[in-house]
């Protein structure tokens, strides 16, 4: 399980590095590159996949230190 989680994390972080901040208003200028809502939607699922990934990898690698086996 713990092994699990860190795929989970790694594939998290690789979703978010991979992201475009500044298309969905994150970046530090809140500026956006493109006002087509299509791809600024299609970014923001790329956050929400990445992040999930990560929080439920973390979960994952938490539970495993608890039930080993």
Known sequence: MNS???VLDIIGVIVLFTMDFKM????????Q???DPV???R???K????LGSIV????FQLIS???RT
């Open 33 to 35: 590159l493109t006002k």
């Open 56 to 59: 439920l990898g973390f979960i």
């Open 65 to 67: 230190n608890f039930y």
């Open 24 to 31: 969905i208003g994150l970046d530090a200028g809140d500026i």
């Open 47 to 50: 956050a929400y996949i990445g």
């Open 39 to 41: 791809k600024v939607k």
């Open 4 to 6: 699990l989680g860190l």
């Open 43 to 45: 970014e923001k699922v």
